[in-house]
């Protein structure tokens, strides 16, 4: 059955590819993506199609839109990138993780938060399993993601809870 999916990121690395993805299998895209480190290059071939929107927001402000299911993506991946303004780094993953949380809360959908190996910092485990928690320094130059990540796997995790 055809879903209107709304992708956060779709015009980053994955996220334009994962909008690809959707769009083949016959569903409606809502890519939503604020060109931090995403590009129109990087979706100008599925701008002409009539099941692709295009709309430029950032998500750490709230979004109100009707959609079947959330891919969560928008986040810069690379240090260059995200350690250039660790605060809206932070923020993106919090708050915009709270923004996608509350929509897929107030529309009763899945959500599909894009969360990183970052998250065991420096581990002292290999490979790590889902039991191990990290070895994560809090004032590293790598912090904003590194925790911002973390807080957001905090936050599906009690968020998701209250969903369901
Ligand atoms: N690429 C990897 O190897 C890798 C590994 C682990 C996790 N991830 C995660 O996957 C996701 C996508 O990674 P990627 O490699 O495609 O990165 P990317 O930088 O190419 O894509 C991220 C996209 O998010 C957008 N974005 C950033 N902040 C935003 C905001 N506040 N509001 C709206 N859009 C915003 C950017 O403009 C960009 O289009 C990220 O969340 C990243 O942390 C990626």
Same mark, same amino acid.
């Given at each position: ?6 992708? +956060? ?5 994955? #996220? @334009?590819?994962?909008?690809?993805? $959707? ?6 895209? &809502? ?57 809206? +780094? ?5 708050? #915009? @993780?709270?923004?996608?949380?509350? $929509? ?6 899945? &959500? ?53």
């Amino acid at each position: 059955m055809k879903k209107r999916i709304l992708v +956060t990121g779709g015009a980053g690395f994955l #996220g @334009s590819h994962l909008c690809e993805r $959707l769009l083949n299998e016959g569903n409606e895209v &809502i890519c939503v993506d604020n060109f931090y480190t995403g590009t129109k290059d990087n979706i100008k071939h599925l701008l002409g199609n009539p099941y692709f929107e295009l709309i430029r927001h950032d998500i750490t402000f709230p979004l109100y839109v009707e959609v079947d299911e959330i891919y969560n993506l928008a986040c810069p991946a690379s240090p260059v990138h995200y350690q250039f303004d660790p605060v809206q +780094t932070t923020k993106t993953s919090v708050h #915009g @993780s709270i923004n996608m949380l509350g $929509l897929a809360k107030r529309l009763k959908i899945k &959500i599909l938060q894009a969360s990183t190996s970052e998250v065991y910092g420096d581990p002292t485990v290999h490979p790590q399993p889902e039991t191990y928690w990290g070895n994560v320094n809090p004032i590293g130059v790598r912090s904003c993601y590194d925790e911002g990540k973390r807080c957001a796997e905090t936050l599906f995790l009690i968020i998701i809870d209250n969903i369901n």
